[in-house]
């Protein structure tokens, strides 16, 4: 079948519910003369007479009629699924598919997708929780949290966390045996806590002061994979940490750990969500966006 019957079968099945040529015309919002010489191509590719005309009437023939009656209801049943996707387009309701690392849910992405679920209970919501690197085409999610230097280029990434802040902090029973050190390079003479992360690595130890940026490779005596056992490595006095303020803030509150080169720990940008540019978010992905939005300007205004 040649795909241009298609549209030559839509515009017949308006004249015929139309009962003319002009009307049909009108509603399709092009002239009487094409509406007029497309049926009479179909006529002549079909090699039958579809319409009856005269000067006063136009009505369906036979082969007419028996046409009809298999397409207007195709034609009602595209036109009405076409209405539920827009509709759709509109409504929250569906899949919400989202993954990010522990921090961050803990610290941004569940407080926003638990209350878009509760504000939306129509939105079938998942939220898959692993340090992991995730392809969330392959693994089809909708969204992903993660840092914007750790995005592939064909996402689209977009902002949706406070900045973030890393901190080197030590118990202060082992800072009393210890000269604290100044700069980066003092990390040689102390004894370390590493962090492995989900790809086996060890995370590196990044710094910056004045525009000059210092990466140390640390010898750790101990490697943690897990954020809670890296601070509580720390507070019990095996060596210096690494590892994001968040984690590490009511430990400093409560005098248990004591942070060091602090002037070479600026704040950086935090988390962005991600989606393919290939796929257009859904109406519950657009609301989730925003909530991961209301939820950062809560913590930079708190």
Known sequence: MDPRQFSDLFIFNRVAEQRSFTAA?????????????????????????????????????????RLLATLSPVIAEIGAEIEALERLREEPGGRLRVTCGKHAADTLVWPAFSRLIAAHPEIEGELSVEDRYVDIVAERFDIGIRMRDDLEMDMVAMPVGPPLRTVVVGAPRYLETRDPPRVPRDLSAHRCIGFRNAGGTLSPWSFERDGHAETVKVSPSIIVNDGDALVEAASAGMGLAYMLEDLA??????????????????????????????????????????????????????
């Open 249 to 302: 803030a009511p430990f400093l509150s409560e005098g248990r750990l004591v942070e060091v080169l602090a002037d070479w720990c600026p704040p950086f940008p935090g988390y962005h969500a991600f989606y393919s540019s290939r796929r257009h978010p859904t109406r519950a992905s657009t609301l989730f966006l925003e909530a991961l939005r209301q939820e950062s300007r809560g913590k930079l205004d708190g």
């Open 25 to 65: 015309a009108r509603s399709l919002g092009v002239t009487q003369s094409a509406v007029s010489q497309t049926v009479k191509r179909l006529e002549q590719e079909m090699g039958l007479r579809l319409l009856s005309r005269s000067t006063r009437s136009l009505a369906p023939t036979a082969a007419g009629e």
